[in-house]
């Protein structure tokens, strides 16, 4: 920068940081963009004039500027560039005084929208195309969202010819001086309804119940969020529909108890299965059914894993496991001659079993 930053603020070289500040007070007020919109080369010279108190501002650069160093704006202004400088005219002039604001692309953004769906355990395993229900505001079909009785058409905004931006006087830390805002008449579009639709009184939208087919992806868990672009509410005179975002609620299933990509199921087999080994006949997700194999001389808490009949990972090819948990269940209601049978066993096997205490 060949300028000399201490030329354009107007101080000397010897200058203390308060009388920098106050002269870029003065000097950004002189030379902003705004205050002089009929001169091209006023956004060039209020940069310096920017570029400048950056530099001075700061006592460790202003030591190396004084050592003859140059600054690139780029650093000056942090990795946003010029966008990073905008940032500092907001701060110092607040919003609205941004260079090239005006006419704005269309009108407001729609909000976005969250509703919810309930879906099973197997249809979270495997996706499914879910309908979901919610109410919000939807183009309006009178005028087609232009807000505009039909026959009648959009005229150029009165208050701002268009612009879609007006000039205000504000005052602040700089004094009085013009800034640009968004026109509230026509909120930034810079045309009005002239006519205004009867059915939805010129907003272009009306209120309605919705509903819209879902693709549930395999995977989804409880709280999962899947964002629909442009499904929420609607703008209205040329605006951009909001999101919506659909939150999956997955109902329990008395079967499985889900842990992330594994499914548990817990099952309860007597003493004399788990003796001697049984065939178990354990429930799958998809409705079909396993033969599981239990052991000889299983014990209670044994577990095993049936692969890849877990839960789908969402946005992953395959599935979990389903770990079988067994319970072995000491029995307490037995007849007499199950009890003689016991008791014969206990003395096969040399244990004391049986006692004056009547069975529960
Ligand atoms: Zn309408
Ligand atoms: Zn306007």
């Known amino acids: 920068m060949a300028t000399d930053y201490y030329e354009l603020l107007g101080v000397p070289r010897d200058a203390t940081a308060e009388d920098i500040k106050k002269a870029f007070r003065r000097v950004a007020r002189e030379t902003h963009p705004d205050a002089n919109p009929d001169d091209p080369t006023a956004e060039a010279r209020f940069k310096e004039v920017a570029e400048a108190y950056e530099v001075l501002k700061d006592p460790e650069r202003r030591r190396r500027y004084d050592r003859g160093e140059t600054f690139d704006i780029g650093d000056l202004f942090g990795a946003g560039g010029f966008g990073g400088f905008e940032d500092i005219l907001r701060s110092v002039f607040g919003e609205g005084s941004v260079f090239g604001q005006g006419r704005q692309q269309g009108s407001a953004r729609g909000r976005d929208v969250l509703a919810r769906v309930n879906v099973t355990m197997e249809e979270a395993c495997f996706g499914v195309e879910a309908n979901v229900s919610f109410r919000t505001n939807v183009s309006c079909e009178i005028c087609a969202g232009s ?11 009165p208050t701002c010819q268009g612009a879609g931006a007006v000039r205000v006087q504000r ?9 640009v805002a968004t026109c509230d008449a026509c909120s930034g579009t810079g045309e009005v309804v002239s006519d205004p ?3 939805c009184v010129g907003a272009g939208i009306v209120p309605s119940d919705r509903e819209v087919s879902v693709e549930i992806p395999p995977g989804v868990d409880n709280g999962t969020r899947l964002r629909l672009s442009h499904e929420g509410e609607a703008a209205g005179r040329g605006g951009q529909p909001g999101d919506l975002f659909v939150e999956v609620r997955v109902e329990p299933d008395e079967r499985f108890v889900r842990d992330g990509a594994e499914l548990i199921h817990r099952t309860t087999i007597g003493i004399a299965e788990a003796a001697l080994g049984t065939t178990l006949d354990i429930p799958l ?15 209670p808490g044994w577990a095993t894993a049936i692969r890849g009949e877990g839960m789908s990972r969402l946005g992953r090819r395959g599935r979990g496991d389903l770990v079988v948990a067994i319970d072995v269940e000491v029995p307490s209601d ?5 009890r003689e049978l016991l008791k014969r066993f206990a003395s096969l096997r040399g244990e004391k079993a049986g006692g004056k205490r009547r069975w529960l």
Do not use: F, N
């Not at 005052?171 to 800034?179: A, E, F, K, N, Y």
């Not at 997700?285 to 014990?299: F, R, S, Y």
């Not at 037995?334 to 199950?338: D, F, G, H, K, P």
């Open 147 to 157: 807000g505009a009785k039909p026959g009648t058409d959009r005229i150029t905004c």
């Open 171 to 179: 005052r602040g830390i700089l004094g009085t001086m013009m800034t």
């Open 197 to 199: 639709c009867e059915r």
């Open 285 to 299: 997700l998809d409705g079909k059914h396993h033969a599981l194999e239990v052991p000889v001389g299983t014990q």
């Open 334 to 338: 037995l007849s007499r001659e199950e």
